[in-house]
């Protein structure tokens, strides 16, 4: 059964902190893997990887992606009050017949 | 504002009871997600319809149904309703078929509450 694990399960930092948050995935035939925020309310889209080494990056956010080992990271640098959200990842798998599988999410709290 | 639009907000029912729920993707879009977000099990993919037919399963239970129509929108039918079923429940849709380049954007979901 395909499976992905996300940690930490919650992280409460000040503003201004960097964090790291880790994906790490067993799948049958891996296809890519997303990161979503979601606050309050429907997650919205922060990155897709397929590749390696290969870094995305926007604004404050970054993510890579490790193939060989399993794992992504999202790191988000000099953090404030609005990053503070629950951070899914997801991986799609599968051959003819695709699927998505979620993270149980990372709870990530800001302070002022 | 995603551009996918998920109908009721909010449904309250009775166990046994059975329910509809809407959503119309993005303008364009071809695949439509459903997913199901409880307390304690996250996020769970339930079903993708593509161009009207089903793509990919999930976990959805037998008790559940879903299609998609010719103009695209979708309904997911959830019948013989038991307490555990309340959930938070989304639509996404994206432009292709689900494919590793492939986006999908979340509606606001549907909170059904079965009493």
């Known amino acids: 059964e395909d499976k992905v694990v996300q940690s930490p399960l919650s992280l409460v930092v000040h503003e201004g902190d960097t964090v790291t948050l880790n994906c790490s995935y067993e799948?049958?035939?891996?296809?890519?893997l997303l990161w979503y925020k979601q606050e309050k309310k429907a997650p919205t889209f922060l990155f897709m990887l397929?590749?390696?080494?290969i870094e995305k990056k926007s604004g404050r956010l970054s993510s890579i992606l490790d193939k060989k080992e399993l794992f992504s990271i999202l790191n988000i640098t000099a953090t404030q009050t609005g990053d503070s959200a629950v951070y899914l990842c997801?991986?799609?798998?599968?051959?003819?017949?695709?699927?998505?599988?979620f993270g149980k999410g990372t709870l990530l709290t800001v302070n002022p | 504002d995603s551009g996918v639009t998920q109908t009721p907000k909010h449904l309250i029912t009775a166990t046994g009871q059975r329910v509809t729920l809407r959503c119309s993707p993005r303008?364009?879009?071809?695949?439509v997600y459903w997913y199901q977000q409880s307390l304690d099990q996250g996020l769970q993919f339930l079903i993708q319809?593509?161009?009207?037919?089903?793509?990919a399963k999930g976990n959805i239970l037998e008790r559940f149904s879903a299609q998609q129509f010719p103009d695209l929108h979708s309904e997911l039918n959830l019948s013989s309703l038991e307490l555990g079923d309340s959930a938070l429940y989304f639509c996404a849709s994206s432009a292709l078929i689900g494919t590793n380049t492939d986006t999908q954007y979340f509606g606001p979901g549907t909170r059904l509450t079965v009493l």
């Open positions: 799948v049958t035939n891996f296809r890519s």
């Open positions: 397929t590749s390696s080494g």
């Open positions: 319809y593509y161009n009207g037919e089903e793509r």
């Open positions: 997801a991986v799609y798998s599968g051959g003819s017949n695709y699927k998505l599988t």
């Open positions: 303008s364009g879009d071809l695949s």
